[in-house]
T-cell receptor, first 112, second 113 residues
Framework: AQSVSQHNHHVILSEAASLELGCNYS??????LFWYVQYPGQHLQLLLKYFSGDPLVKGIKGFEAEFIKSKFSFNLRKPSVQWSDTAEYFC??????????FGTGTKLQVIP | EAGVTQFPSHSVIEKGQTVTLRCDPI?????LYWYRRVMGKEIKFLLH????????ESGMPNNRFLAERTGGTYSTLKVQPAELEDSGVYFC???????????FGPGTRLTVL
């Protein structure tokens, strides 16, 4: 069975601080990896995804994530956060059968 | 292009009552998924349709939950009778057959009193 672990449940940062959200997954085969974001009052949106190729993927709004196969990790990063990045972030993996397994989510609060 | 839509956005019912949630996927998306998030927990898979057929319903909690997708377009998820532990946000997502990228609807917040 596949599983996803997000290490931080609640992160508080000041504007312009750098962000790194941890994500580790467990699955024995090939995986597709995603980060989704849910802004307050809005629905889940795809931030970025990794299927194959360059392990450093860039997404919308300046976010990027690095797939490290040996560590089963897919951490999300942003060099300088803005107040508008306040949201809940979900790491997700698809292993077999197209079923998405989500992490528990990380709430990010950015203080102006 | 219209996104995934869900109806209603909120539903408050009493224990023992029946509720039906609806999901309209993006036009042309043959894959349709239902997920649920109970307060404070992770988003969990419920089931997956390919067109009108149930591909995987391993996440359905019990036989009080019935999902249908007649004609391969919109889907309904019925809870009958509802229990307190069914409260949560029910998400629907859809995708094309050839991709793993799923697009999510806004969710339906179900509260069972």
């Amino acid at each position: 069975a596949q599983s996803v672990s997000q290490h931080n449940h609640h992160v508080i940062l000041s504007e312009a601080a750098s962000l790194e959200l941890g994500c580790n997954y467990s699955y024995g085969g090939t995986v597709n990896l995603f980060w989704y974001v849910q802004y307050p009052g809005q629905h889940l949106q795809l931030l970025l995804k990794y299927f194959s190729g360059d392990p450093l993927v860039k997404g919308i709004k300046g976010f990027e994530a690095e797939f490290i196969k040996s560590k089963f990790s897919f951490n999300l990063r942003k060099p300088s956060v803005q107040w508008s990045d306040t949201a809940e972030y979900f790491c997700a993996v698809i292993g077999g059968y197209q079923k998405v397994t989500f992490g528990t989510g990380t709430k990010l609060q950015v203080i102006p | 292009e219209a996104g995934v839509t869900q109806f209603p956005s909120h539903s408050v019912i009493e224990k023992g009552q029946t509720v039906t949630l609806r999901c309209d996927p993006i036009s042309g998306h043959d894959n349709l998924y239902w997920y649920r998030r109970v307060m404070g927990k992770e988003i969990k898979f419920l089931l997956h349709f390919v067109k009108e057929s149930k591909q995987d319903e391993s996440g359905m909690p019990n036989n009080r939950f019935l999902a249908e997708r007649t004609g391969g377009t919109y889907s309904t998820l019925k809870v009958q009778p509802a229990e307190l532990e069914d409260s949560g946000v029910y998400f629907c997502a859809s995708s094309q057959l050839t991709t793993d990228t799923q697009y999510f609807g806004p969710g339906t917040r179900l509260t069972v009193l």
